[in-house]
Every structure is written in C-alpha cells, then in structure tokens.
C-alpha cells in the first residue's frame, strides 16, 4: 500500500491518497486519512463484488473521500455518485467506505437503467442507512419504475435494492447481468419489460408478486455482501466465541463520519437452524458508544445492540452487562459487525451458543434468568410458526416490555403459540414478575430487526 503525499500525485488531482489496487483513494489534506484499514478492505470488496458479478474488474477506480459538499462532481443533496472521468470509473463520497458507488464503478460499462444499476447498488453494497421496504412499495405501477417520476428516494432505494437482492439471492448473478447489458439507459419500458420476461421466463409484476410471497426479509433491503467477504472463525465444542481489540491505527475500518466510528467485520458459520444464545459485549470502562451488528449473508434475521459504559434503553434492546438474547438463527454465513469511537482502541467479545430455552412450541423447560441480567430478549423467525420462551425469576422483578417489527404476548403459567390467555402489553406498561411462576414471551417477527424483550432493571 503506498500513500502518496501533495507534490508525489498524478497532476490532475494534487490531494493525497491512498493506492490500495485498484483503488486509488483520494482524502482530504487537513482531515488527514482514513482508518488504516479502510482503503484495503474496500479493495477487497470490488474485487470480490466484480468476481462475483463475472465482470471485469477496473484497473484503476479513482475514490474520491470528502467531508463538504460534493457539488459540482455529485448533486447537490448526493451523499455520494459515480461516473466515468477520463475513461476512468471515478467515486465521489461524504463516507469514507461507501461499496454501493462500487458496484457502479463496475458496471459502468454496461449502463443499465436505473432501477436496476441502483437495485444491484444498493444489493451488493453496504449500510447506506436504508430499511427494507414494507411490501406495500410493490404496488408501484412498472411504468413509474422507468420513467423517472419516482422522485421518493425513501421508496424507490428501498424497492430497488429489495427487489435485486430477491432476484440475485434466487437466481444468482448471470440472469441479473444479462437483464443489466440488455436494458440500457434509454430502453423504453415495454423493451425493459419484454427482456425481463425473456430472461427470467416470468413477467416484472410475477416476479414481485413472488417476492411479496416470499419469507425471507433482507435486512436494510441488501444481501450484506461486502462484509461477509471475512474468512469465516470457526466453532469449537458447539460454540462460537471470539475477542480481540482493534482501533483506527492498525486493522480498524472507517465506517461513518458521523460520529466518527471505526469498525470491524468477522464472520462465523451457523451449523444449523434453531435457537442460540446471543451475547455481545464491548468495554465497560468505555466513555464512548459501542454497536454491535450480528446480520445473515444473502437473506434473515439483524440484530443490534447499542451499549455505553453503562447500562442504557435503546429502541431496540437493552445493552449493558449481559443481556441474554435468545434469537432465532437460520444456518448459513453470518457477520458481525463490531464499532466504536474513532477515537479510542475497543475491546469487544461475542459467542453464539445454541439455546435451550427458545423454541417454537410451549414443550421446552422454562430456565432460570441469572439476577445480574439486564433483560431478556427472543429475536423470532422471521416467518411462523412464532418463537416462544420459557423462564422463571429467582426473585421478584420488575419488567418492561421492549419490542419491535414483532408481536408479544406475555404468559403466566400458562403458555398458547397463538396468545390465547396471555397479557399483551404496550411498552409503556411495567410488569411485576414472581418467583414460583413460570413465563412464557411468545412473539412474531414482522421485519429482519424484529425483537421483543424485557427489560429488567
């Protein structure tokens, strides 16, 4: 890796930059560069994302990293865009690592419409900030996806890359790369349309009619594929663990500017479908945030944790010592994603452990909750039969219900997959829970992130 400093630069651009093959990344001279593992891994990703794609990768993508406003090279409200400059696939971006403009750098060639250039964008790239769509979005009349007068970023970004990664984790890449070199800019919507179904054998409303019936919900509507490109750890005595330390100055990747982070990616193999424990933990001592991200490659299930030095509420669960998390797993590649203050080397520990005490029926035993837990959490399937669990506390314990993009049901000593004769609170109720009683969280996923929990303070 070279870093070239002002005066040793190609004179079409005198800032400094980072050449990391075939990237060439540019950064801005007072802010100084990027995490040292950042331009690396971003030439890993568009290596793996053309390889993948069967298309060749460029020699030279010119990556322009900028704190202010993009203009004139992007528009005005872009974050980030890409085009070709001098022959040569050019990103300019506000994120240090941004693989969706990538993709682009990639295609270039090709052109494809814009529906699908930003669908397999959006795809293949990586956190843009977005969610899946609710599946009402594909109601959007066809002609409205080609014509340019879906103006709704919050929709069309959304549908698009839902509707690739759908195509791409069912089909594979080829179809979605012959669809690509076929509908080009300029391509009416009938040709659009008739080469869809000449490729894919169905017509674009079949195909989103299949997607809308399909289980599988993908997490920010992207299959999460420049992270699970990591070599996976292994397990060992039926458990997966792993800790270490990172920080902007060794192996840790710039992943937001604001605030400041600095990340790390790691990847693990679940052996099977069913029920795991779940626990994630960063420094204690730690004045700043910790995140931790655990995400299915291709389609599934995302849990976040959200963590200070102590305790806190967040809108998804309860971080602090020890939450214990039971959550629903499908077997398949999965990453982990560990973040930070940029400002700070982080200490971080996670394991996955299969769990007795999810399960899809009422018949498992109902396990003890350890006193210093902060709170319980099921992360259900993500399709039925619903996920259930079985616990008793040692002592008396408040509890607040905490849940989202899930139902819940809350039974005492009894317990119904259907909810029948079980509390179903709001999350602004507080419970009493006894000892001697036997409890049972019964909860339906309705979205990748899906959790319910209480929180014990």
Partial sequence: ???????????????????????????????????????????RVVARQASWL?????????????????????????????????????????????????????????????FFAEGLAVALGGDDGLVAPPLSFYSTPPEKLFDGSLEDRLVYYPLAGDFAAHLLDRYGPEPFVRLSARAVRGTTTPEVLATFNDIYGV??????????????????????????????TPWHDGRWSLSGTFDCADTGISTSPYPPAVGRYVTTD?????????????????VYFHAFNLQRCGSGEQITYWSTGSPITTHLVMAGRHPLTVAWLRAGRHFVHASGNVEERMTFSASLEPSSMGSVTCNQTANDIDPQTDGVYVVPSLAEPPAVLRFTVPTVRAAKPMFSGASFALCDDVCSTDGTGCTMPTTSDMLTLQPGHTYALVSRATSPRGFAGLALP
């Fill in 1 to 43: 890796m070279l870093l070239c400093l002002l005066g040793a630069c190609a004179a079409e651009d005198p800032g400094p930059f980072i050449d990391a093959p075939p990237l060439r990344f540019y950064y801005d001279a007072v802010k100084g560069p990027p995490c040292a593992g950042t331009a690396p891994y971003l030439a």
């Fill in 54 to 114: 069967g298309l060749p990768l460029p020699e030279r993508i010119d990556y322009h990293y900028r704190y202010a406003n993009l203009a004139p090279d992007c528009p005005a409200s872009a974050p980030a865009c890409a085009d070709e400059r001098n022959g040569v696939p050019t990103v300019w971006t506000q994120y240090p690592s941004m693989p969706h403009e990538l993709v682009h750098a990639i295609v270039f060639p090709m052109r494809p419409v814009r």
């Fill in 203 to 232: 017509t674009l409303e079949q195909a989103m009619a299949e997607r809308v019936a399909a289980a599988d919900l993908h997490a920010d509507a992207r299959l999460g594929f420049p992270e699970c490109g990591e070599e996976p």
């Fill in 270 to 286: 679940v052996p099977a479908d069913g029920f795991y424990r779940v626990v994630f933990q960063g420094d204690p001592s730690s």
